[in-house]
């Protein structure tokens, strides 16, 4: 064999090995050292920090529910994708390419499946991670601004779940939008005028559903991926997760505007072989790759593994083609909205637009009305006795609204028995 031949062997034998290693410039680490430098060298890695508190990896602190909520809106961004090569957004093309994805695309059922199963358990997830949040009173200073990220986040996935729900355009999802842009058209003055925005119109039809369409898939996930850069950036640059013991200077440090000293120099400290800036308790921390990074990649794939399992065995609904002429009776909002429209059948007015309205506005002034820093870090704190039983008090209420409207009302809006589904009779009738 001549030298050149020889060589093109050689590197050819090589090839795997060079393909790998242009990728993964460091083997896997085996020392402190290695592993801080995995988290700079790693596009994926870089935008966390170093080192975590071995609090922030508790499953029972956060209950993975960050997290949980991040993989599921990056599961629905896939299968969203997939899903726009087969769906038209036209009133009269909808249904079908609902019917086709069932019968003739092959895995379409499950896409669709997985698509709508993920957005369900979404706004569940994202609605428990707020309550953790406040349960261990995160959302006090210096992290007021993550919570009011948080809190547009949790309306843009009540917004981008209530968008995707006309799509199919069944009867289901024609009347759940109705009843839906109704109860925003209660609101004085600007109501009538946001739901003819919201519709194009002042019924549901071609134009709202173009709106709805444009919304779902590219103006709601776009403001959605912003937010979530901004909020993760945040979690970081605020210190990390919020702790019992994280020591006041580095709370006033960060409340000045100074990154907190901890992470960016934690290499260099390391080096040295000393680790006076590391935080208080160096001994509370660990490196993120690869103690978070595993939890990470493991939490990833049982989400997907539960979105598909519940999207091979459950069909989402999809019902007669949507007929404006014939309401269902009783017509529902999207369950994450009967909570709100079970109050609006007493008043509209209070129901639809007062309790809602307050509702936000107080989650927005909370993180600067309540700045006292104790019971920080720790599930309901004795310190946040009164904080934590309102809260659980408005819970609760928002839990027994939503499970009336869900289970316990009918035709007319009157009272059923779930478990009989016939109307309950009422004196006089
Ligand atoms: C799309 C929705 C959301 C995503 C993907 C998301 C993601 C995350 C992640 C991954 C974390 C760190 C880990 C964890 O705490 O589980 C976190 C922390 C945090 N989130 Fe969210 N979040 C979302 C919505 C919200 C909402 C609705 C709120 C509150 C209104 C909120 C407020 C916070 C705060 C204050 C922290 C810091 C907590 C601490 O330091 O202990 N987030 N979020």
Redesign the pocket.
Known sequence: MSKESNSIWNSLMDLPANVVRSIFRNPLPSSDRGRAATSFTNFFLHVQPVRVSRQALRPSY?M????I??FL?LILTGTGVLLMFYYVPSTTQAYDRMLDLRSSVEFGVILRNMHRWAAHAMVAT?FL??C??FF?G??KPP?EF??LI??A??LL?LFSSFTGYLLPWDQLAFWAITVGTNIAGYAPVIGPKLRYLMLGGNVVGQEALTRFYALHVIVLPAL?AL??SI??FR?RK?GG??RPDEPQDQVENIALGNLPTNKSYGLMELARGTTPQVGKNPEDEVFTWPHLVFREILLFLLVTAVVLFLAIFWNAPLEEFANPIHPPNPAKAPWYFLGLQELVSYSAFWGGVVVPGLLVAA?LVLPYVDRKRDGIGRWFARERAVANTIFSFCLIAAIVFTIVGTYFRGPNWGWVQPWSQAPVATEGH
């Open positions: 956060t993975g529910l960050g997290l909520s991040f809106f994202v991670h707020m953790r949040v261990t995160s959302y992290r993550n919570w948080g809190v986040l949790f996935t959605a937010g979530i909020h993760l979690v605020d997760l919020s989650l």
